[in-house]
């Protein structure tokens, strides 16, 4: 057991050390991690474009500015390209970004809100199309912005290397993401297919760990489908598991991953922000999974040892880094040392805390919005962050594999989520259940179509009742998961396209919607739509309710009833005109004219053929 004495000396060491960085802070950080000036192009010259034009000839047009914040607002936009040599040879993707900022720009749609971040957060939109243009819009687009030619390939290298400086001086981060076709393998991209890109998870990433306090993300998927986008989920999403065409660019990436992490955790110090800090500092075996670098172990300087024993040297430098004194010390949100241990998932750590006196059954013992491991137990977390080994040492240290969260959810439903499978398999040869329900109803297979984890889905669809099959298709929408291949993968298993929800009045989801159905008539969202129109939904109404338009599609596809009506009396198509179409629009007769307005314009024909082609996974 650490002493007393040494105790106090280690958290007065980091306190000590986040003082001095606070009277250090220098308010250009964004700026020093720049090495390549920041470019951008006035909206007002992207929207005159018809496709992008290359760095180099815009420059010499003289039409590009180097950004100064006193300009105005700047929007930073993440993309997924279309070709190998140019990002979208077409114009497909360019011609959704102007259109779209031309109809916010010009009060024909707005942003909407987004219903998981409604669920998990409690808040509703926090953002509006007038907030963006309040100011004069710049736009960063990497061919644009970014030197191009071959013989540039340097100063490409010093803007990469500049990127996140640039998210951390823009004002708003746009996913593009509309449904276009790749031109060398005619792969459809989506947001799905932007999230699995290494590149774009690196942007993403860049956004997450900005030094402003307000930097807010936007999804556009259409002309006129722009939604705000959630900002949690990208811990699941680390840079090294990602796509890259060139394998050399992974490791081009790590350093500028390890100095992103490294300056938010000198961020959250200088502004005493210790919670977060250590919630960063231990999460770093996540961050830089599949990249050649290691986590910063010595960010606090001053730790001396002289033990042999590599167990008692991790674990010492492990309190030490995180301004602990004792194995059951718990800090104002409810974490203990054997919590963030957990997060970090060295087994070598674990043990040695569980040899200290630490319990194998401790949980964080607080809730909050913006921490999603909230009332957790550890096997819970180390079950979400795939890490396994550390899961088995739990499991062989008489954790509680039946235990459960806050929600009433278990660690199989958390592995399920993050489509770990390895966990899965390991929490059910340990005794876990995988028919246990959570507070709402839901099994771990629910849990993992609503997170779009097909690989999971499949481990757990041998234990799954039908009836859980035929709920996620309803769940993996609400969950914001209703991407064409799990909708298209729970229907292959038979999931009733035309099953209508209920749920009993005095049930915990009953109450709950109850609430939030009384809430509808006084303030409108999109969570509170849904609750207002459960009774009697169907998966088809429900992929209109929350935008989920890639089901809309499938679902149609796969002969989904357009005349079934809820218990309000509302068909798919009353919804759709109720709350989908913007209010210049003519009245929709059909849902694919739905569609068509989002910029879904073969979206039926590719749901169909999508649907048609699935393959019912292997049940093993």
């Keep these: 057991m650490l002493a007393p004495c040494c105790a106090n000396a280690r958290s007065s060491a980091l306190e000590l050390y986040a003082q001095q960085l ?20 006035p909206l007002e010259i992207l929207l005159s474009m018809s496709k992008p034009a290359a760095y180099e000839t815009l420059l ?23 070709g190998t040599e140019h990002p979208d040879i077409a114009g497909e993707q360019f011609v959704v970004l102007k259109d779209a900022l031309q109809a916010l720009k010009t009060g024909k749609v707005d942003i909407s809100g987004n219903i998981s971040i409604e669920l998990y957060r409690g808040l509703q939109n926090s953002i509006s199309a007038k907030e963006i243009f309040s100011k004069p819009l710049f736009i960063w687009y990497d061919y644009i912005c970014c030197p191009q030619q071959h013989t540039a390939f340097a100063l490409r290298q010093m803007a990469v290397n500049s990127i996140p400086g640039y998210v951390d001086r823009c004002q708003f ?77 992974r490791e081009k990436l790590a350093p500028v991953v390890q100095d992103m992490v490294r300056r938010k955790l000198h961020a959250y110090l200088a502004r005493g922000d210790l919670d977060s800090y250590r919630m960063m500092l231990n999460m ?25 024993d590599p167990a008692t040297v991790v674990m010492e430098n492990f309190m030490y880094q995180n301004g602990f004194d004792s194995v059951d010390q718990r800090n104002a949100e409810g974490w203990s040392p054997m919590c963030y241990a957990a997060l970090d998932g060295r087994p070598l750590l674990l043990a ?9 059954n401790d949980r964080v013992t ?22 396994n080994e550390a899961l088995q040492l739990l499991i062989d240290r008489r954790a509680d594999v039946k235990a459960r969260d806050g ?13 770990n499978v390895a966990g899965i398999h390991t929490l059910i040869a340990g005794g876990a259940d995988p ?123 796969a002969g989904a009833r357009t005349d079934l009506r809820n218990a309000r009396g509302k068909t798919a198509i009353d919804l759709a005109r109720e709350i989908s179409a913007p209010h210049h629009i003519v009245p929709l007769s059909e849902l694919g004219s739905i569609l068509h307005v989002y910029g879904y314009k073969n979206s039926l024909r590719q749901g169909s053929l999508y649907f048609h082609s699935i393959t019912i996974p292997t049940m093993n």
């Excluded at 607080?366 to 890490?387: E, V």
């Design 435 to 557: 028919t246990m329900l959570d507070m709402i109803g839901y099994a771990p297979f629910a849990l993992a179509s609503s997170a779009g984890a097909i690989s999971s889905m499949n481990a757990l669809l041998p234990y799954t009742p039908r009836q859980q099959i035929d709920k996620s298709l309803l769940f993996t929408m609400l969950q914001g998961g209703g991407s064409a291949q799990v909708v298209s993968t729970l229907v292959a298993l038979d999931a009733d396209v035309n099953h209508q929800a209920s749920t009993p009045l005095l049930s915990p989801l009953g109450i709950w919607f109850g609430c939030l159905s009384l809430r509808h008539r006084m303030s409108e969202s999109k969570l509170s739509a849904y609750a207002y129109h459960y009774e009697g939904l169907t998966p088809l109404m429900c992929s209109v309710l929350t935008s989920s338009f890639e089901a809309t599609a499938v679902l149609l596809g």
């Design 22 to 41: 606070r009277d250090a802070a220098d308010q250009s950080l964004s700026s020093k991690l720049q090495q390549f000036a920041m470019y951008v192009v």
């Design 352 to 360: 040695a805390l569980l040899d200290n006196g630490a319990d194998v």
């Design 366 to 387: 607080q809730s909050s919005p913006t921490n999603p491991f909230g009332l957790c137990p550890l096997i819970h977390i180390c079950a979400f962050l795939s890490h």
């Design 60 to 82: 010499d047009d003289g039409v590009l500015v180097e950004y100064d914040e006193g300009m105005g607002n700047a929007m930073f936009v993440s993309h997924q390209w279309t």
């Design 284 to 308: 770093q075996n996540v961050h830089y999974r599949n990249l050649p670098i290691n986590p910063v172990d010595d960010l606090l300087p001053g730790y001396v040892s002289d033990h042999q």
């Design 407 to 419: 929600y009433s959810t278990t660690a199989l439903a958390w592995a399920g989520f993050s489509d």
């Design 173 to 249: 981060f746009a996913i593009l993401c509309p449904h276009v076709r790749h031109e060398a393998n005619n792969l459809l991209l989506n947001k799905r297919s932007w999230g699995s890109r290494g590149w774009c998870r690196m942007e993403q990433m860049a956004q997450e760990l900005s030094t402003k306090e307000r930097c807010v993300s936007i999804e556009i998927q259409g002309a006129t489908h722009v939604v705000e986008a959630p900002t949690y989920g990208w811990m699941q999403s680390p840079v090294g598991g990602g796509q890259f065409t060139l394998q050399r660019d």
